[in-house]
């Protein structure tokens, strides 16, 4: 069920290091908004069972595809005026940074902090961002873009069971899962769709983990009927074991079945076999290698032996996506060719019957607590009313292809890139922005909600927030992103920002 945002204002307090950081930003007091996700621990533990849940191999985190929907349609951002800071730079240090200098940066090592939200949408579909831990009180705050938190084309409503996994991986959560308690960002942003209030701050429960359940063997229709955490053990069996699972007329049960596999085994070209009456002989399969084995493999017949190339003519998008062991090629009237090679594979199939039992087994009382989310992976620190001309390193998982069709990244690990911030804005008035810093990059979509970091060290992997991807830009309109931006992060973040990292959270499991 979608929840609609609540407005609220006033002033703003701080306590402890945060105090001491955010005094500057006193006379910048926003219209902030807030919701509550998973209001209380037994929501929570249903949101991380909804991600967590597997049928067989896959659980949702390894389903959901990146929220692209408002991101891809972005057109050439307009060169604006300067920046309009709201008052003193200012500065919050990371975790375990707060009384240490930085040290240079050399050599650039991903921090542990960055990860994906995961979320579902207005459409029911299962969608993710890019967002990274924060320093707070509490060290339990997630700081992303504001539209991977509230569906702005949808009644400024939050997004269902939202979560952060730091260090996701194709489903694997390696430090746990954190559940969304309270969203904050900018009111403007919540009410008006003002993109140059796109960020947003997210305090997270405990983090949790599968494990410490058990699992519970179970009927097939007892299996399907379960909402939660299960799985599928498949073990083989002997034909006598397979022959006593069968029901009273002798016909197979869901629990065990009969599966012929193929398999191929090298032979020589002349081999041939004579079985129950009839004659087998070697057959030739494609084995296509690259161009270098195929040029020292010895010409003839037999196994290994040259066999034959072929060449195809293919668009530029192919070309440029391709990454197999084809030789790619530009010919002398600038035609895109891939060229690709085969060697003789002579082989023999065989078949065999193998009697396998699914075990159907669910799994209860599955999740332990894995801590606070600082307290594992660390938290990055903050800044804003920041000079023009930073040097930033933006991280992020870009996922979707360009424009023109070239899919140069895969969403499955994360990216950095780097640069000077533009000295001048962004402006693009289909998406209210008006003060929007700009970064040279190829970055596509699924980077949206990554931080930007000023003065990133690389040897502790830490450095500090002062901007989330939030707009695709083609400047030069050759069909390729070239340009990412963020919000400015100005005095009205900050109070933002203050306002998340004070707020507690605490453990979902008891």
């Keep these: 069920m979608k929840r609609i945002l609540l407005p609220a204002g006033g002033a703003i307090l701080a306590t402890g290091l945060l105090a001491a950081g955010l005094a500057g930003t006193a006379n910048a007091v926003p219209d902030w908004a807030y919701d509550t996700m998973a209001k209380d621990a037994p929501s929570a533990v249903d949101v ?6 597997a049928n067989g191999e896959t659980n949702n985190l390894a389903k959901a595809t990146p929220y692209t929907w408002e991101t891809k349609a972005t057109p050439t951002l307009n060169v604006g005026g300067g920046y309009a800071p709201d008052g003193k730079p200012g500065i919050v240090a990371p975790i375990g940074e707060e009384k240490k200098t ?14 994906k939200v995961f979320f579902v949408d207005d459409k029911n579909q299962l969608k993710w961002c890019s967002a990274t831990s924060i320093q707070s009180k509490y060290r339990n705050l997630v700081a992303t873009a504001g539209h991977c938190v509230y569906d702005d084309k949808a009644n400024a409503s939050v997004a269902d069971n939202w979560v952060f996994v730091p260090g996701y991986y194709q489903g694997k959560t390696p430090w746990g899962i954190y559940v ?7 009111y403007d942003f919540a009410n008006y769709e003002d993109y140059d209030r796109d960020y947003a701050f997210v305090t997270v429960y405990n983090g949790v983990q599968i494990g410490g359940g058990t699992g519970k063997a179970v009927t097939k229709d007892e299996y399907d009927k379960f909402v939660g955490p299960k ?6 069996i002997s034909k006598t074991q397979y022959e006593e699972c069968k029901d009273f007329n002798g016909k197979e049960t869901s629990d065990c079945y009969a599966k012929e596999e193929s398999s191929q085994v090298l032979v020589g070209p002349d081999w041939k076999e004579v079985i129950d009456g009839k004659e087998y002989k070697a057959v030739k399969v494609q084995d296509e290698v690259t161009k270098a084995q195929y040029e020292a493999a010895p010409s003839g017949v037999g196994q290994g032996y040259k066999d034959y190339t072929v060449t195809e003519h293919v668009t530029k998008a192919v070309y440029d996506a391709y990454t197999g062991p084809g030789y790619r090629k530009i010919d002398a009237v600038g035609n895109y060719t891939i060229t690709h090679y085969y060697l003789e594979k002579w082989v023999k199939e065989t078949k065999a019957t193998k009697y396998l039992k699914d075990t159907f087994i669910i799994v209860e009382g599955f999740i332990k607590d894995a801590g606070k989310l ?15 001309e930073q040097t930033v390193f933006a991280f992020g998982y870009p996922a979707d292809a360009h424009p023109d069709g070239n899919k140069a990244y895969t969403g499955v690990t994360p990216k950095w890139t780097y640069g000077k911030t533009t000295g001048k804005t962004y402006v693009q008035a289909s998406s209210k922005v008006e003060e929007h810093v700009g970064l040279k990059s190829s970055f596509t979509p699924g980077a949206d909600g990554g931080p930007w970091l000023a003065k990133y060290s690389n040897a502790k992997r830490l450095g500090y927030v002062n901007g989330v991807t939030s707009l695709f830009g083609d400047q030069d309109k050759n069909g390729r992103y070239d340009l990412i931006t963020s919000p400015y992060f100005d005095g009205e973040t900050a109070a933002i920002y203050t306002k998340a990292a004070a707020v507690w959270s605490g453990s979902i499991v008891k």
């Design 231 to 236: 799985v599928v053990k498949t073990t083989e």
């Design 374 to 388: 600082g307290d594992n992976v660390g938290g990055q620190g903050f800044t804003w009313n920041q000079k023009p």
């Design 48 to 53: 991380a069972e909804f991600w967590l849940a």
């Design 180 to 186: 969304g308690k309270t969203a904050y960002t900018h």
């Design 102 to 115: 930085v040290s240079k940066v050399k050599n650039i090592n991903l921090p542990k902090s960055i990860g």
